[in-house]
């Protein structure tokens, strides 16, 4: 079983910058994709940005050239460096792991953490 624990969440002004660092434990971490979603009360979990297991990157159209995902193989973490927030960034961002290959379905993950706070105040 794959442990995965947020943290680096808070409050930030518009334009700033934050990151937030997820931690794994309980498996192989090379074996996992790793991924972050977001959400926001009342509106289902979105896709923010995935890692695969070489590094590679991808991300949701919402943060594009805003945010950047990386993993750090001796620390067994996920981080995700998030630039020129916005207000509507303000979500619970959480970390999540799955075999194999990287994806953007939320289905498809299943191991989750219990998520960390970004607030952006404008």
């Known amino acids: 079983q794959v442990q995965l624990v947020e943290s680096g969440g808070g409050l930030v002004q518009a334009g700033g910058s934050s990151r937030l660092s997820c931690a794994a434990s309980g498996g192989t971490f090379r074996l996992y994709a790793m991924g972050w979603f977001r959400q926001v009360p009342g509106k289902e979990r979105e896709f923010v940005a995935a890692i695969s297991r070489d590094g590679g990157t991808y991300y949701g159209d919402s943060v594009k050239g805003r945010f950047t995902a990386s993993r750090e193989k001796a620390k067994t973490s996920v981080y995700l460096q998030m630039d020129s927030l916005e207000s509507e960034d303000t979500a619970v961002y959480y970390c999540?792991?799955?075999?194999?290959?990287?994806?953007?379905?939320?289905?498809?993950?299943?191991?989750w953490g219990r998520g960390t706070q970004v607030t952006v105040s404008s």
């Open positions: 999540a792991a799955r075999m194999r290959d990287t994806s953007a379905s939320v289905n498809d993950y299943a191991y």
